[in-house]
């Protein structure tokens, strides 16, 4: 009888054990899946957060996965701390490579990150009535509206829009990745040259140092993002 009792209250001890590891590892996940809103309330600071996210989306890492929290927190208002001007490139999402969720990013797309009067206007939106602190320009590599801008691409309306890239085109014509690869570099500089000529309230921001605008440069092959700053 002793020796049954004793097993018995081993297997109770164990499972216990058992239980409260269990427990401590979904608090674990449930603090990942929830993390603490980071306040964001310069420019670098906003850098350092996309940076710190990329590194996390690279390792495989992402805490801002709780889209059902991430909504609630965010259904009266919105204050993202970077306005991301991106490709259209399905392999280039912002909220997901940067690891921000639902609320951080305002986000708009188009092929080959090119500005228009709409863009700039948003831009203006975030920044000056909604506190944003940080505007990316976002190229990456293998860009198909950069490659159709060097090789004369003409399709309907994708003529004019090819048309636009076709000042950031340099490089060494013998050598056609690399010159694909200086002229999307080449392209998100030129791209924010635009944003702050086409916008005095922009340009004024980034004056006062309120804003920052700077280029980064997506790797489709690694999932890195490099910052051009």
């Known amino acids: 009888m002793k020796t049954g009792t004793t097993i018995a209250a081993l297997a109770l001890i164990g499972l216990f054990i058992t239980s409260c590891g269990q427990k401590k590892t979904d608090t674990a996940i449930a603090d990942a899946q ?21 590194q996390r989306f690279v390792e495989g890492k992402l805490i801002n996965t709780d889209y059902a929290n991430q909504i609630e927190h965010t259904k009266a208002d919105q204050h993202p701390h970077t306005a991301i001007l991106g490709c259209l490139d399905s392999r280039v999402p912002p909220e997901i490579i940067f690891d921000q969720g639902i609320g951080n990013l305002f986000v708009a797309r188009v092929a080959g990150n090119v500005e228009d009067q709409n863009i700039v206007g948003r831009m203006e939106f975030a920044t000056k009535l909604k506190g944003t602190k940080l505007i990316v320009v976002l190229g990456h590599n293998h860009c198909g509206a950069v490659a ?17 890239i076709k000042p950031a085109i340099t490089g060494d014509e013998s050598n056609k990745e690399s010159m694909l690869d200086e002229t999307s570099r080449n392209n998100v500089e ?3 040259k635009d944003i702050l000529d086409q916008s005095p309230i922009i340009s004024e921001l980034v004056k006062e140092e309120k804003v920052k605008i700077v280029g980064a440069y997506y790797d489709l092959e690694t999932g890195k993002v490099i910052f051009l700053d």
């Open 34 to 54: 929830h993390p603490v809103k980071t306040e964001i309330n310069t420019p670098d600071e906003a850098i350092a957060e996309l940076k710190a996210g990329n």
């Open 148 to 164: 159709g801008a060097v090789g004369n691409a003409e399709l309907g309306n994708l003529t004019q829009l090819v048309n636009q």
């Open 190 to 192: 030129l791209t924010i």
